[in-house]
T-cell receptor, first 116, second 116 residues
Framework: NAGVTQTPKFRVLKTGQSMTLLCAQD?????MYWYRQDPGMGLRLIHY???????AKGEVPDGYNVSRLKKQNFLLGLESAAPSQTSVYFC???????????????FGEGSWLTVV | AQKITQTQPGMFVQEKEAVTLDCTYD???????LFWYKQPSSGEMIFLIY??????QNATEGRYSLNFQKARKSANLVISASQLGDSAMYFC?????????????FGTGTQLKVEL
């Protein structure tokens, strides 16, 4: 998906290690989201942001922290990775300024994280 | 709180036939948007169709149409003339509008398999 870039795309971590996932969008979107996807559970919201400098908890925030220091970047941090955090992580963004028919929410391509 | 329910974990359809994927939702927001996304085995999230809660007509995009029944709180996706390439996971999602920061909530998905 042009416009939303996630890095890294793949990562293997040992239990207890820390890491940061970066989501970058170049569309000047004010809303950004981090989801995790697990088999049979759909996409579950971890944290989200409605603008630069603001963040809020989603459905499954425990074990994660986020920051939105710049409008275009939304960082997801794992301070002490656990095997239960093995998942595929998706970032998404959108803007309220879209006109009729322009309600597309843009997704990154996903980041596959394995914690061993 | 908002919730999306997809009760069909898996569906089969013959090529060239039409198929309906069910989605019901629950929200107290006066205004909301409903989305369908397709996720092929490669993992990316592909936007299919959007329906606003105040839209008078059901949304259509090519072979996709959204059967929106507001009183029943349902937003079923209809795919006409199924193709082998339609085999994928399909997610229904809803974006609210009030103090929840326009959270985007997903259902658990329906795995569609198109057969010859």
């Amino acid at each position: 998906n042009a416009g939303v870039t996630q890095t890294p795309k793949f990562r293997v971590l040992k239990t207890g290690q820390s890491m940061t996932l970066l989501c970058a969008q170049d569309m000047n979107h004010e809303y950004m989201y981090w989801y995790r996807q697990d088999p049979g559970m759909g996409l579950r919201l971890i944290h989200y942001s409605v603008g630069e400098g603001t963040t809020a908890k989603g459905e499954v925030p425990d074990g994660y922290n986020v920051s939105r220091l710049k409008k275009q970047n939304f960082l997801l941090g794992l301070e002490s990775a656990a095997p239960s955090q093995t998942s595929v992580y998706f970032c998404a963004s959108w803007t309220r300024e879209q006109g009729a028919g322009g309600n597309t929410i843009y997704f990154g391509e996903g980041s596959w994280l394995t914690v061993v | 709180a908002q919730k999306i329910t997809q009760t069909q974990p898996g569906m089969f359809v013959q090529e060239k036939e039409a198929v309906t994927l069910d989605c019901t939702y629950d929200t107290s927001d006066p205004s909301y948007g409903l989305f369908w996304y397709k996720q092929p085995s490669s993992g990316e999230m592909i936007f299919l169709i959007y329906q606003g809660s105040y839209d008078q007509q059901n949304a259509t995009e090519g072979r996709y149409s959204l059967n929106f029944q507001k009183a029943r709180k349902s937003a079923n996706l209809v795919i006409s003339a199924s193709q082998l390439g339609d085999s994928a996971m399909y997610f229904c999602a809803m974006r609210g509008s009030t103090g929840g920061g326009n959270k985007l909530t997903f259902g658990t998905g329906t795995q569609l398999k198109v057969e010859l």
